[in-house]
Structures are given as structure tokens and as C-alpha cells.
């Protein structure tokens, strides 16, 4: 069986797009419930939500390949 030359996989621009996406949405889901564990500590859910959706966007930003 032979080998042709560029049978192997070459990640597209729309790949690299939708990994991006996918760590933007883990991040802000883990912000989320880390924020909520926050809000619950602190009597306050609403305040920890929107603490962890700013640490999910965080996570997100600095897990994407630039």
C-alpha cells in the first residue's frame, strides 16, 4: 500500500477558529461555577456569577493561541 504525499490532516482556518471558541466557552463555564462557589461563600450569587463570567472571559483569553 502506498503513501501519497499530503494524505495527512492540515487544521483549516475554521478549525483554529472553532478551537478558540471552545476555550473562550470552557473558560467563561468554569468561571461560572467557580463564581458561583464564590457568590454562595459570599451570601451573594449574583455578585459571584458576574465575578466568574470576568474570570471565565480571562481564562478563555489566555487559553487561546495567538
Not at 461555577?33 to 480571562?58: E, Q, R, S
Amino acid at each position: 500500500m502506498e503513501r501519497t504525499e499530503g494524505s495527512g490532516r492540515e487544521e483549516s482556518d475554521a478549525d483554529e477558529e472553532g478551537d478558540s471558541n471552545t476555550n473562550m466557552g470552557l473558560g467563561i463555564g468554569i468561571g461560572v461555577a467557580l463564581g458561583a462557589g464564590i457568590g454562595v461563600a459570599l451570601d451573594n450569587i449574583a455578585l459571584g456569577m458576574g465575578v466568574g463570567i470576568a474570570i471565565g472571559v480571562a481564562l478563555g483569553a489566555g487559553m487561546s493561541d495567538r
